[in-house]
């Protein structure tokens, strides 16, 4: 692995910010650092970024040892949630700062920044000040200029969330494009389930300083391994209390069975079709492209999600069936905390 953190904690009185993780990462790898607020992603990141002395534990790039390495000479670039640019730099000085500090050559430094104003979509922004430009083209400054010295990792710490909706949408795909046609491993730290589902390689999600679960999207959400990974990362079903269904997965005391909103199955008065049952409509809200569905069955309420919109009655009848090979298991019991 290119970046290998090894029993890493850091506490801050009686509070384990982080708390013993060990996890690797690879060359050309995206990695988003997901969880709710507070469980440590950002002491995490700064951890790996060199501001802040880890308690325990040790982080190798390379196989190289990082613990006495200054932030300042790991190279790595960081990007965090308040552009901090400079603000009486243009954004052609903001970029090549790096590099002029290095005290690059005049024109090296001009062909760089001009390939990254390209890479970042700002071309003709070049001699504009921080406060003459939008939130979206600031990030795509303070990205460049991470960028700009070639740093052997990129580090940003919610880097969209000062945005608004549409542009984080637009950038979140930008930053992966730049990220993989330069191939720089990056780690990134978000709350946002959508973010680090489309962004990410593999997810690192974290809760009260310890990792739960690290994957790629389609192993966190399809192969849950307890019951908070199952729940934070959209909707789960839990099928416990339903009697007599038939599952394709192994079961036993200490887990639960649970099936995601879009697998269920509305099916037409069919009660003889395996794991089927009647229930009333709840509640329904059509989005447009999606709909969801609240259903009280078995004294519960099933969430289901169809697409286009839902033509159905609050307090009507009707059937769901969980088909048996989308009813998934995972543990009830959750690292650390007792459920
Ligand atoms: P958020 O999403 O809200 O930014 P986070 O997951 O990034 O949260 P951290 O900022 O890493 O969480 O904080 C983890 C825990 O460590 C929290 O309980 C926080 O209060 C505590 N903590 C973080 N920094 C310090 C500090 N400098 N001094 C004392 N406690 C701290």
């Known amino acids: 692995m290119y970046l290998e953190l090894k029993n890493l904690s850091k506490h801050f ?42 308690t325990t534990g040790e982080l190798f790039l390379n196989d190289k040892n990082l613990v006495n390495v200054p932030a300042q000479n790991r190279g790595f670039g960081i990007v965090f949630q308040s552009y901090s640019l400079f603000p009486n730099m243009t954004v052609t000085q903001n970029i090549g700062y790096g590099l002029t500090i290095r005290k690059k050559p ?58 608004d909706a549409k542009v984080r949408k637009t950038l979140r795909v930008e930053i992966r494009e730049v990220q993989q046609s330069l191939g720089i491993p990056t780690v990134m730290v978000t709350h946002d389930q959508d973010e680090a589902m489309t962004m990410a390689d593999r997810i690192i999600c974290m809760r009260d300083g310890i990792v739960e679960q690290m994957g790629t999207p389609d192993e966190l959400y399809n192969q849950p391994t307890n019951a908070f990974i199952a729940g934070f990362l ?44 009647i229930g009333k409509v709840r509640h329904i809200e059509n989005l447009g492209s999606v709909s969801l569905m609240q259903i009280f069955a078995e004294e519960q309420t099933i969430l289901v999600e169809q ?33």
């Not at 690797?24 to 992603?41: M, W």
């Not at 159905?312 to 459920?339: H, M, N, W």
């Open 13 to 54: 009185g009686d509070v384990k910010a982080v708390n013993n993780v060990s996890l690797g990462i690879g060359k050309n790898e995206f990695v988003c650092i997901l969880g709710p607020s507070g469980c440590g992603k950002t002491t995490l990141l700064r951890l790996i970024a060199g501001l802040e002395e880890a």
């Open 106 to 163: 005049k024109d090296q430094i001009e062909k760089r920044v001009l390939e990254l104003l390209n890479l970042v979509h700002l071309e003709g922004q070049d001699e504009k000040f921080p406060h003459e430009l939008s939130g979206g083209q600031q990030q795509r400054v303070a990205i460049a200029r991470a960028l700009a010295v070639e740093p052997e990792l990129l580090l940003l710490d919610e880097p969209l969330s000062a945005l």
């Open 234 to 277: 959209g909707h789960m079903n839990i099928l416990d209390s339903f009697k007599k269904l038939h599952v394709d997965v192994d079961t036993n005391e200490s887990n639960s069975i649970g099936i995601r909103p879009e697998e269920v199955v509305i099916t037409d008065n069919n009660l003889k079709e395996r794991n089927t049952y």
């Open 307 to 339: 697409t286009g919109f839902i033509k159905r009655v609050i307090g009507e009848e009707i059937f769901v069936t969980f088909p048996a090979d989308k009813i998934v298991s995972f543990s009830k019991s959750i690292i650390g905390a007792d459920v």
